[in-house]
């Protein structure tokens, strides 16, 4: 079985990117990491970050987008700039509130992602969502997440953020034995119940369980690396994120 590689969610280190996009790539590329995921361009256009990464040898795992992103004719424009970009993975960050108020408000958002992930596909991209905490707070008898991926078509790509979904309560391993071949990208986040800073391997993820059912049935391209606590400068944390994952054989 091919490795899956390891990018980063850049988000974990945006205040660096912000002061020098450049330097924060190349030291991303010099630890190691695969590729990258955005989360914004800090100004930069799409050909110009992609000259950035081919020069560094890194991939574009995915990017980060509002929901916005992902309708009408804004669909298109972000189709086009991700085609230059070289990136085929569009995930929504997370819905606006608007969209969580309801099962029904779910639904209807699945659906939205239904019409995107089939217009996309025509360009071989796929769509996703990335969970945050608020898809593990029951709706009237069911937890939001499953509202939408029960209304989600399979192509639609359930980004399983770990640390976020056991800060909701829910036990990452669960969400991916119970939708397996749909977590095509994964975001790999340590959570510590004790509310400690901490990075992958030093919290409560059962980090062997998450990899053995992304290498089997969770049909996982990616993994990616998002750290939002920080107990050393973002950069050695996600440097350290990388030497852990690497002593569990990724």
Not at 80 to 100: D, M, Q, S, V
Not at 188 to 207: M, T
Not at 227 to 243: G, I, K, T
């Amino acid at each position: 079985m091919a490795k899956i590689p390891i990018a980063l969610q850049l988000y974990s280190v945006r205040e660096d990117c912000a002061r020098d996009l450049p330097g924060t790539l190349q030291a991303v590329a010099a630890m190691g990491y695969a590729g990258v995921e955005f989360a914004g361009y800090h100004g930069r256009d799409a050909a110009e970050l992609r000259r950035m990464l081919d020069d560094l040898g890194l991939k574009v795992a995915g990017t980060h987008l509002h929901v916005d992103a992902l309708v009408g004719d804004e669909l298109e424009r972000t189709i086009e700039f991700n085609r230059a970009l070289g990136n085929t993975f569009l995930i929504c960050a997370g819905l606006p509130k608007e969209r969580c108020t309801s099962r029904a408000a779910y639904r209807e958002a699945a659906g939205l992602f239904n019409q995107a992930a089939e217009r996309a596909a025509a360009a071989d991209m796929r769509v996703g969502f990335h969970n945050h905490m608020r898809e593990f707070e029951p709706l009237d008898g069911e937890l939001p997440w499953d509202t939408f991926f029960g209304a989600a078509k399979p192509q639609v790509v359930m980004q399983v953020d770990t640390g976020n979904a056991l800060a909701g309560g829910q036990e990452p391993v669960e969400l991916l034995e119970r939708y397996p071949g749909r977590a095509t990208t994964v975001h790999l986040k340590e959570h510590a119940g004790d509310g400690r800073a901490v990075v992958i391997g030093e919290g409560d993820v059962r980090w062997n369980d998450v990899f053995r059912l992304c290498e089997t049935t969770g049909g996982t391209q990616w993994y990616i690396v998002e750290q939002e606590s920080y107990a050393h400068p973002p950069l050695e944390c996600v440097r350290m994120c990388l030497d852990n994952l690497r002593k569990m054989g990724k």
